[in-house]
């Protein structure tokens, strides 16, 4: 699930039973609970959960690159692309 704040917005007394309905089903499901950027109540969730496994980007989002179709057709790279690398 995508984690939207919005929803608890003037309803923060909601923040308990959620996270003890999350923590039910994931006793029988993997739960997991998504968000691109952590707030307060993502965080209380996740503080009630029983065992939560946390991703952190290590570099800040960039800026979307944008491609045009002569660099796509010869294979050239944007500036600024990078390639994963196994470790």
């Known amino acids: 699930m995508e984690h939207d704040p919005s929803l608890f917005d003037g ?14 089903t994931g006793r029988e499901s993997l739960v997991i609970l998504y968000t691109s950027m952590p707030d ?16 952190v980007a290590i570099e800040p989002e960039r800026p979307k690159v944008q491609t ?8 050239m790279r944007p500036a600024g692309q990078r390639t994963l690398e196994v470790i």
Do not use: C, W
Not at 11 to 24: F, G, Q, S, T
Not at 40 to 54: C, G, I, M, N, Q
């Open 68 to 75: 045009t179709k002569i660099m796509r057709q010869y294979g």
């Open 40 to 55: 307060r109540t993502f965080s209380a969730l996740a503080r009630k959960s029983s065992h939560y496994v946390e991703i």
């Open 11 to 24: 309803a923060m007394n909601m923040i308990e039973p959620v996270a003890d309905a999350l923590r039910e």
